[in-house]
């Protein structure tokens, strides 16, 4: 089983986009411990959503001096902003070594979407984000981790490798869906620590469920 980390902003959040996004955002010194602690365990794999700056002026200094790599899932919609990743970010980052997946374009949530909305949140953004890190965009992470049974036709006809929620429960190889666990504010090391090495239990069946839920409602 592979248990999926995702970060999302790094340091400070200056200024929230949505309600509670703050909650998301850990502090430096807290994230460098926690990579030193992933780095033990090679069954588990990083993410990073949102497509914050902190993502290449401080995680990927961070994982490269520690032989890690992830997976950064940007947002075609705020490539032009200063505090978001640009083009030249994504250039960089994939010349490191790391992947760049689609978030979407302005962050909001793919179920119920219009024809309209979802060939811009989908294919448009794909697009540009390949267009802009100068490569391949195969995998895409859920906006606020929400989706149902027709999103889920339209993602896969358009052709993603892979799609990434934030269901809290260990991941099989190979699945095209792939649960993860969002790190936060709160967490600290021991704490993350307990989610890469516990045994699934309750809890994770729980998720499991209301993951099976989704994908049929």
């Known amino acids: 089983m592979i248990i999926h980390l995702c970060f999302h902003g790094i340091g400070s959040c200056e200024r929230e986009r949505e309600p509670g996004e703050a909650r998301y955002w850990v502090t430096e010194p807290t994230f460098y411990r926690l990579l030193d602690e992933v780095a033990a365990h090679?069954?588990?794999?990083?993410?990073?959503?949102?497509?914050?700056?902190?993502?290449?002026?401080?995680?990927?200094?961070?994982?490269?001096?520690?032989?890690?790599?992830?997976?950064?899932?940007?947002?075609?919609?705020?490539?032009?902003?200063?505090?978001?990743?640009?083009?030249?970010?994504?250039?960089?980052?994939?010349?490191?070594?790391?992947?760049?997946?689609?978030?979407?374009?302005?962050?909001?949530?793919?179920?119920?979407?219009?024809?309209?909305?979802?060939?811009?949140?989908?294919?448009?953004?794909?697009?540009?984000?390949?267009?802009?890190?100068?490569?391949?965009?195969?995998?895409?992470?859920?906006p606020l981790g929400r989706y149902d049974r027709r999103l889920l036709r339209r993602l896969r006809s358009t052709g993603y490798d892979a799609v990434f929620t934030s269901d809290r429960f260990p991941a099989r190889p190979g699945s095209w869906l792939q649960a993860r666990y969002s790190v936060t504010a709160a967490d600290t090391v021991d704490s993350v620590r307990s989610v890469i090495t516990h045994r699934p239990g309750l809890h994770d069946a729980r998720n499991a469920v209301v993951s099976t839920i989704k994908r049929w409602r």
């Not at 994982?63 to 083009?87: E, K, Q, Y």
């Not at 970010?89 to 909305?117: F, K, N, T, Y």
């Open 42 to 142: 090679p069954h588990v794999r990083l993410s990073f959503d949102d497509g914050n700056a902190s993502d290449a002026s401080v995680a990927l200094p961070a994982l490269l001096g520690r032989g890690l790599r992830a997976t950064f899932f940007a947002l075609a919609g705020r490539l032009d902003d200063p505090v978001s990743l640009g083009a030249a970010d994504l250039e960089e980052l994939r010349a490191a070594g790391m992947a760049i997946g689609s978030h979407g374009w302005a962050h909001v949530p793919w179920r119920g979407l219009s024809a309209v909305d979802a060939r811009r949140e989908l294919v448009d953004a794909r697009v540009a984000l390949a267009e802009a890190s100068r490569g391949p965009i195969t995998e895409a992470a859920l």
